[in-house]
């Protein structure tokens, strides 16, 4: 096959109708940016939601007594070791972080309110929103701190403040209920409502005291990254507490993962349906092409040329138009989202951003894997729209094209 | 024999014209060879393009053996007709038929690669073939800016670039006036005389067979006149 020769004839005939082929390759550019731009803000969606989730005191993988979830009090509760820690290389664990989470009342001069009461220590807690929310007053300083965080929302509800105190009353591991109080040390305002009418936070020595027991009844593990080798983790955690349930972050915010598949599918989707439309203009355009040159292909046929090397330059003038498209694609949708900058911001519709489980800033987010995909998918649909043409082609006979 | 290069036996083809059958050719007995310049002549419809179609493996015949340079031309699929007239073959077309994105040189030289030949020798061999033919100082000229008479040297030139056994020529002066139908002729014959390249042109102009060492006349699909056998009788 004379490729060199077809490369040359491909390359020379784009040229040959600049105005229709510069057309055909601002639809691909645009067609290709406008994939680029939406998978961005698709993975920024889909992995903000990851990070909510996994924030959200769950980690990648997550340590519970056997029925915690269905009955979460402090007889599911279990003991850990001093000195444990996960068995992960420290360039692939972010950090792990043992809480008591149990549900208890809490009362204000004027409110009261059921939450989920959270001991915890706040050294460990860079791994979930506790370690970045902004806090009015102060944050919790030690396991052994003895007041409590709680959020503005739920400060509203409880017509409370920072400074005043607070009685919570929660089961104690006797079974007896135990009540005191706290001084509430700060005010945290989260990403979401829900988080700042649930958690209510205080050290996990404190609330070990009050329940009267050294228990824990949960440990979350969060890896770097995107929670890359969580199986693994999973795994280890499983044979090493053998008598208890270990969930990864998919298991245990099961809706969350929906959507994350939800956005793998959506992307796709979008994808064929860009690349759907693209389609029929690039054989519209390949058909053109080759009824305008039937005496020239005609030609070609009758010196020698074989119907294999036709095929081959129809379908190299579709891959050629469609690869520098690709790339000017590429490009122009990757200066797009530079200009997006730090991302879009979506306050505005707080509530609606909220309830899919996002947070107000939406990071457009670009993937080499991303990028790979749609250049390499780009060109297959390239290739199987100059399929047609290419047979048009080849089914010209040579004596009746030179009739012509 | 073994100076054959064409060999058409009981030759028959039939076109249907409106669902009306056209016998373009009847059973014709047919021998070129080497060396020869030979003419194909007639009035329109007498069968002579359809001849040449046939013997150039562009066109199938209905009935009948043809064998160019010893090879039997029914036997071959698309791809191996096509292999055989890149190797055995050169074509002048009516119209020229230069491709207008590549250059002069280019338009000759692109037969050489679909020869597969290195770029050096594809070259050099181009060049000579454009100055044999007085058109090499416009090497570099793409055929729009080439005239009739210029083009169809070209053509001429990638015609014999592969140093065909047989030429084919359609029609070759049908678009030129007559003095460059008359400067493209004697060049014609001279490479059927110095390089004893083998012709055969379908015509209706009176001086391409003029030119032509052995005319032969066709008319309703049939040999009427062959001026071989009218010099044998």
């Given at each position: 096959m004379p490729l060199k020769l077809l490369t040359q004839l491909s390359c020379r005939n784009l040229f040959r109708h600049k105005r229709r082929n510069l057309m055909l390759l601002s639809a691909i550019v645009v067609a290709v940016a406008g994939v680029v731009v939406l998978n961005s803000l698709l993975r920024g969606f889909q992995y903000d939601m990851q990070e909510a989730a996994v924030s959200n005191?769950?980690?990648h993988a997550k340590v519970l007594a056997p029925g915690y979830l269905d009955d979460p009090s402090i007889e599911k509760s279990f003991q850990l070791a001093k000195d444990w820690r996960p068995d992960v290389a420290d360039d692939q664990l972010e950090g792990w972080a043992a809480r008591i989470r149990i549900p208890a009342v809490i009362m204000s001069e004027r409110e009261t309110r059921g939450v989920q009461f959270v001991g915890v220590d706040p050294q460990r807690e860079s791994i979930s929103f506790l370690g970045s929310v902004a806090h009015r007053g102060e944050a919790l300083?030690?396991?052994?701190?003895r007041r409590v965080v709680i959020g503005e929302s739920l400060a509203e509800q409880l017509d409370t403040d920072v400074g005043r105190r607070l009685v919570l009353i929660t089961q104690g591991a006797d079974g007896l209920n135990r009540e005191a109080g706290f001084r509430i040390a700060g005010v945290y305002d989260a990403d979401g409502e829900n988080l700042e009418k649930i958690f209510v936070f205080t050290g996990i020595e404190r609330l070990q005291a009050l329940v009267d027991a050294e228990v824990v009844t949960e440990v979350s593990v969060k890896l770097v990254?995107?929670?890359?080798?969580e199986s693994s983790i999973k795994d280890s955690l499983a044979a090493f507490f053998d008598d208890l349930d270990v969930l990864d972050w998919q298991e245990l915010e099961p809706q969350a993962a929906a959507m994350f598949l939800f956005a793998d599918a959506a992307m796709f989707i979008w994808f064929l349906i860009m690349m759907g439309a693209l389609i029929f203009g690039l054989v519209n355009t390949l058909i053109t092409a080759v009824m305008e040159r039937i005496k020239e292909l005609g030609m070609l046929r009758a010196v020698g040329m074989r119907p294999g090397a036709v095929v081959m330059q129809v379908v190299m003038e579709s891959t050629l138009i469609m690869a520098v498209g690709v790339v000017l694609g590429i490009l122009v949708g990757w200066l797009f989202i530079l200009w997006l900058g730090e991302g879009i911001d979506l306050s505005r519709w707080a509530e609606g951003v909220e309830m899919a489980g996002m947070r107000s800033l939406l990071v457009p987010r670009l993937f080499m894997n991303d990028l790979v995909l749609v250049a390499g998918l780009s060109l297959f649909f390239g290739f199987v729209a100059s399929l047609y043409p290419a047979w048009r082609a080849v089914k010209i006979k040579p004596l009746d094209a030179l009739r012509r | 024999m073994a100076d054959d290069v064409v060999v058409c036996r009981g030759v028959t083809r039939t076109y249907q014209d409106d669902a009306v059958p056209v016998l373009a050719l009847q059973g014709v007995d047919f021998t070129v060879t080497k060396g020869e310049f030979v003419s194909l002549a007639g009035p329109s419809g007498s069968g002579k393009s359809t001849l040449l179609n046939v013997i150039g493996g562009l066109d199938r015949p209905d009935a009948g053996g043809i064998h160019v340079d010893g090879v039997h031309l029914n036997e071959l699929s698309e791809s191996e007709l096509s292999d055989l007239r890149l190797s055995k073959m050169g074509f002048v077309f009516q119209a020229y038929?230069?491709?207008?994105?590549?250059s002069a040189s280019e338009n000759v030289e692109f037969i050489l690669q679909l020869q597969g030949l290195p770029a050096a020798e594809r070259a050099e061999r181009a060049q000579a073939a454009l100055d044999a033919l007085g058109v090499g100082e416009l090497a570099h000229r793409r055929p729009g800016e080439l005239s009739g008479g210029q083009q169809q040297r070209v053509a001429v030139a990638r015609a014999i670039v592969t140093e065909p056994v047989l030429l084919l020529a359609d029609?070759?002066?049908?678009?030129?006036d007559s003095n460059t139908t008359e400067e493209l002729l004697a060049l014609l014959r001279s490479l059927n005389e110095t390089r004893g390249v083998t012709i055969l042109a379908a015509t209706h102009d009176p001086m391409v067979m003029s030119f032509a060492k052995r005319r032969v006349q066709l008319r309703d699909g049939m040999i009427a006149e062959d001026s071989a056998r009218v010099a044998v009788a």
């Open positions: 005191l769950t980690g300083q030690s396991a052994a701190d990254g995107n929670g890359a080798g | 038929n230069l491709i207008p994105v590549l029609e070759p002066s049908a678009n030129l």
